[in-house]
C-alpha cells in the first residue's frame, strides 16, 4: 500500500510545475498590460499550498512568508497561481495573516490574498454531502512544510442539532482506493494514525477555540490510571486547526480532531467476552444517575447512553449495576472507589467545574472501562458550550454554582476523613499551582487566539459566516470570565486562598447543617439549617441554567415553587457567599 502521506518537496519555486514564459499583468496607468517580469517581481506558488474561490474572490496560501521574503529582497509585484495576479503596488515584505489586494490578469477583477499558518484541506465531491451514508470524495492536505495527504475518503455530516447549522462539521473515513471500502489509518498533523477523523465547524463558538483549549487543558490535567499498562493511552482527543476549502468554495476554519473510540484510550478488544466498555452520553435518563430504565440487550440506546465498544455484543448489565449502585445503593461511600476511578471522578469534576461545561456532565460526555474489574472512568467531548459561553454561542456570565450530575453529588457528601472531599480539597490544591494557575490557563488561551490572530483567520471566518455567533472581541470577556470562575471555585474548596501558592484548609460550614424536604416535592420545600444566619437557596436545571433564588431570613422556613415545571433540579444553599448543602438533587412533580 502506498502511504497517503508524500514528502515535502525541495523548493516550494519548483512545485508550480515547468513553465518556459510567465506573463505578468502589471498596473500601469491605470491599464492592466501583459508583459516578462524578472524572477525576483514574481511569486510562484505551488499548486497544492493555496486554494481559490472565485465566488469570493479569496485565495488562501500557507507557504511561508519567511522563505518568499528571503528570495525576493528586491520587493514583490505578483504572484503565480492559476494565472499571474498583479499586486496593487509592489510589496516590499510579505506578512502572514495580511489582507492584500490583487488583481486577475484577464479581467482586472479584485480579489483578497491572504498568507496563512494554518494547514490548508481540499475536499472535491462530486455528491451530495449527507447525514448518512457516507459518499466518497478526495481529499487533500497540506501543511507549512509542504508535508501533503492525498487520499480517497467517504465523507458525512457530523452531529447532531448541528446538522441545522449552515456551516457543516463533517466525518471523514480514509479509503485504500477510489471505489474501495477498505480503509485505512492516515496520520494528520502529527496526531494519530487512524481512518477515522472529525472536521468540526465549530459554528456556535465565538471565538473558535473553546473546543480546542479545552481538550488541550484535560489533556494535562488527567493521565488514564492503566497507563502503566497502556503506555500509549490517551486521556482524550487531540485536536488541530486547518482550513478547508470544499469544491472550490471556502468553507473557513475547521478543527481536526481525533475521536474518542478504543483505540484512543487502549481499551481491551473483545475476545469472546466483554472485556473493555465504552458508552457515549447523547442524552439525559441513566446519564445523570437519577434515573435507572429497564435496558434491552437488542438497542444500542438505553438511558441517554448510546453503546460504542465492543461491537461484537451488546449487554447493558455492567453499566446498569453501576448506575443502580450510585441510584439507590445505602452503602455507596464504602464501595463507589470499586465501581468508579476515584482520580478520574476528581479530575473530572473539577475540570467540568472550572470550564463551567454545563453541557458535559450527561450527555457531551463518554463513560468507558478498560478491563473487565477496573472502574469506569469519564472522557469529556463536544466542549463549545463552556468559559462563559452557552452552546448556542450566547455569552452565560454566571460564574457561580456547581456542575454535577447525581454520581458527583453523592461523592461530594462523602465526608469522612480521607474520602472523596479531602481528596477533592488535595487536588485542587495541587492543580491550582500546575495545570490551573491563572497564568496558566490564560497562557493556554493566548495561545489560540494568537495563532488564528496572527493567521488572518478570523476575517475570513467571519466573512464567509456573517451571522454565525462571532466575536474576537470575547476574548477580553473570556479571560475575565476565567480569573472569576476560578476565584469562585477557591471559595468553594478552601478558605482565604490565593489564586497560586496554595494549602488545604479546613472545609467549610459542616454540610450535614442544612436540611431540606420533601423530596420528591410537588410545588414547595421545607428547609431547615443548625445555623440562624440568612440563607440563600439557588435551584439550578439540568442545563446549569439559575431557575430559582430565594432567601430564608433565619436560615429556615419554607419556600415555594409553584411556577417550576416537573423535572430535576440541581440545589445550592449560601451563607455569607460559601456554599452548604451544596449540590443536592431534588424532584419537582
Request: aromatic residues 12%; proline residues 4%.
Amino acid at each position: 500500500m502506498n502511504s497517503p502521506r508524500t514528502a515535502r518537496s525541495s523548493r516550494y519555486t519548483e512545485a508550480a510545475g515547468s513553465r518556459s514564459l510567465i506573463v505578468l499583468a502589471l498596473p500601469l496607468a491605470g491599464i492592466l498590460l501583459s508583459q516578462p517580469l524578472f524572477a525576483q517581481d514574481l511569486v510562484v506558488l505551488p499548486e497544492q499550498q493555496y486554494c481559490i474561490d472565485h465566488e469570493l474572490h479569496l485565495v488562501v496560501c500557507n507557504v511561508p512568508v519567511g522563505r518568499i521574503n528571503q528570495e525576493h529582497l528586491a520587493g514583490i509585484n505578483s504572484v503565480h497561481m492559476d494565472a499571474a495576479y498583479a499586486f496593487d503596488e509592489p510589496v516590499e515584505e510579505l506578512q502572514t495573516g495580511r489582507a492584500y489586494t490583487i488583481h486577475h490578469p484577464e479581467n482586472g477583477r479584485e480579489y483578497t490574498l491572504y498568507f496563512s499558518a494554518l494547514p490548508l484541506m481540499r475536499i472535491e465531491c462530486e455528491y451530495e454531502i449527507v447525514d448518512e451514508p457516507r459518499v466518497e470524495a478526495r481529499f487533500h492536505l497540506v501543511e507549512l512544510d509542504e508535508t501533503q495527504v492525498h487520499s480517497a475518503i467517504g465523507i458525512e455530516l457530523h452531529g447532531f442539532s448541528s446538522l441545522a447549522y449552515p456551516k457543516k462539521s463533517y466525518r471523514i473515513e480514509f479509503l485504500e482506493e477510489e471505489g474501495d471500502d477498505e480503509t485505512q489509518d492516515v496520520a494528520l498533523l502529527d496526531m494519530r494514525e487512524d481512518d477515522d477523523w472529525v472536521l468540526n465547524a465549530m459554528w456556535t463558538e465565538p471565538l473558535r477555540m473553546r473546543n480546542k483549549v479545552c481538550h488541550e487543558l484535560w489533556r494535562r490535567i488527567h493521565i488514564p490510571a492503566y497507563l502503566e499498562q497502556e503506555p500509549e493511552a490517551q486521556s482524550g482527543v487531540r485536536s488541530e486547526y486547518a482550513e478547508l476549502f470544499l469544491n472550490g468554495e471556502y468553507r473557513g476554519l475547521y478543527l481536526v480532531c481525533e475521536r474518542v473510540d478504543r483505540k484512543l484510550l487502549k481499551l481491551k478488544k473483545h475476545n469472546g467476552n466483554i472485556r473493555g466498555e465504552l458508552y457515549k452520553g447523547y442524552g439525559y435518563g441513566a446519564t445523570t444517575f437519577y434515573s435507572l430504565p429497564d435496558f434491552d440487550n437488542d438497542s444500542l440506546l438505553w438511558g441517554g447512553f448510546e453503546w460504542i465498544h465492543p461491537e461484537e455484543e451488546i449487554d447493558w448489565s455492567n453499566l446498569y449495576e453501576a448506575v443502580r449502585f450510585v441510584h439507590t445503593s445505602p452503602e455507596f461511600d464504602e464501595h463507589y472507589a470499586q465501581y468508579f476511578c476515584v482520580e478520574n471522578a476528581l479530575d473530572y469534576f473539577l475540570y467540568v467545574n472550572v470550564i463551567r461545561g454545563v453541557d458535559n456532565w450527561a450527555k457531551n460526555t463518554y463513560l468507558a472501562k478498560y478491563n473487565q474489574g477496573w472502574p469506569y472512568f469519564y472522557v469529556p467531548w463536544d466542549l463549545d458550550g463552556t468559559f462563559g459561553s452557552w452552546y448556542t454561542g450566547e455569552r452565560d456570565p454566571e460564574t457561580a454554582g456547581m456542575i454535577s450530575n447525581y454520581l458527583f453529588c453523592r461523592l461530594y457528601e462523602d465526608c469522612t476523613d480521607g474520602g472523596y472531599n479531602d481528596l477533592l480539597q488535595e487536588r485542587w490544591a495541587e492543580l491550582r499551582v500546575s495545570a490551573l494557575r491563572e497564568d496558566s490557563l490564560l497562557a493556554l488561551v493566548d495561545e489560540a487566539a494568537d495563532l488564528l490572530d496572527a493567521s488572518g483567520v478570523y476575517e475570513r471566518e467571519f466573512a464567509r459566516w456573517p451571522n454565525s455567533p462571532h466575536g474576537v472581541n470575547d476574548l477580553g470577556y473570556m479571560e475575565d470570565w476565567i480569573t472569576e470562575r476560578l476565584g469562585v471555585l477557591d471559595t468553594y474548596f478552601y478558605e482565604d486562598c490565593g489564586p497560586v501558592a496554595v494549602e488545604k484548609k479546613q472545609p467549610r460550614a459542616d454540610r450535614v447543617q442544612f436540611d431540606f424536604g420533601p423530596n420528591p416535592a410537588r410545588s414547595s420545600l421545607s428547609f431547615s439549617t443548625a445555623s440562624r444566619q440568612q440563607t440563600h437557596v439557588h435551584l439550578y436545571d439540568l442545563c446549569g441554567r439559575l431557575v430559582y433564588h430565594g432567601v430564608l431570613p433565619e436560615g429556615s422556613g419554607q419556600l415555594e415553587f409553584g411556577r417550576l415545571s416537573t423535572g430535576m433540579y440541581l440545589l445550592q444553599a449560601f451563607q455569607n457567599g460559601s456554599c452548604i448543602g451544596v449540590n443536592k438533587m431534588m424532584v419537582l412533580r
